[in-house]
């Protein structure tokens, strides 16, 4: 028996998702970047890994998702993939290779799915993107939608406050929500709005709804996982919590072998040849 909590071995795929929330499971989702967190990941039970593209600001430093390239994408998603058994695979396709023309999103799309193997891509935006959301999911390539603080459009907010906390915002989020899921998403993000409404949004739809800052009521949750680790002591959203704290025990570990080198006490003699 796995000592995580593993209820199904199987491999996740975007049917499980819709399962799931059938059955009333909860969808555990954290991202990766890399191949070495993305096995820890993967062996720790979590269903979904995405790919995000929040790794411009967590790799890269970068204080948007925008600068993100569709090379570097796949990249990422290349790592992941290959260390991961069990999760589905989510990878952001990255700002700029999707809103131009249906046709170069499904051109974009199609070379992520074949250089990386992931199993499923997530985009930002309702109605605005609908077209190309049609036509990557007509080329046979399953979409997850992304809803409510969209950080690809953070220069036209302006802001990271909380989304959709009047009337019009909300009611375009519910309307864009029943799109994606019409035109055949199989799940959507939502991201930093009130929980009400991501409740009712979660209650409306058949598909899973995954938050993030978005409360309990949802379908399942997402973390970017570099801050559920504690690795980034200056990121503290009140949506966050940290299940670890590895600024503390990184820093620690390498300070002690600053001073072990400086005093000679690493290697010892049972460490060299
Ligand atoms: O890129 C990302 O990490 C994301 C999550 C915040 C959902 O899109």
Excluded: W
Excluded at 162 to 184: C, F, M, S, T
Excluded at 197 to 219: F, K
């Amino acid at each position: 028996m796995s000592k995580y909590l593993i209820e199904d071995t199987r491999k996740v795929t975007t049917l499980r998702l819709k399962e799931m929330k059938e059955q009333g499971k909860k969808i555990a989702m954290l991202t990766s970047y890399d191949y070495t967190m993305a096995k820890l990941v993967d062996e720790a039970g979590v269903d979904v890994i995405l790919v995000g593209d929040s790794a411009s600001n967590v790799i890269a430093g970068n204080t948007t998702t925008l600068p993100i390239t569709l090379d570097q994408m796949i990249y990422h998603a290349t790592a992941v993939t290959r260390a991961t058994k069990r999760a589905l695979v989510v990878c952001d396709m990255p700002f700029g290779s999707y809103q131009v023309n249906p046709t170069e999103a499904a051109m974009n799309a199609i070379r992520i799915m074949k250089e990386t193997g992931c199993d499923c891509l997530k985009l930002e935006g309702g109605e605005e993107i609908i077209d190309m959301v049609k036509k990557i999911l007509d080329v046979g390539i399953p979409i997850m939608g992304h809803l409510g603080l969209r950080p690809q459009s953070i220069n036209k907010y302006g802001t990271f406050a909380v989304r959709a906390q009047d009337e019009d915002e909300a009611n375009k989020l519910i309307r864009d929500a029943h799109l994606l899921e019409d035109a055949g998403c199989c799940a959507i993000v939502i991201e930093k709005v009130p929980a009400k409404l991501a409740t009712q949004v979660a209650s409306e739809l058949s598909i899973p709804v995954i938050g993030i800052g978005a409360g309990h009521g949802v379908d399942g949750q997402v973390l970017v996982l570099q801050d559920m680790l504690g690795m980034d002591r200056g990121f503290s959203p009140k949506f966050l919590r940290r299940y670890a704290d590895l600024s503390n025990v990184i820093t620690g570990a390498v300070g002690q072998y600053v001073t072990d080198v400086k005093n000679v006490t690493f290697p010892n003699d049972s460490e060299e040849y």
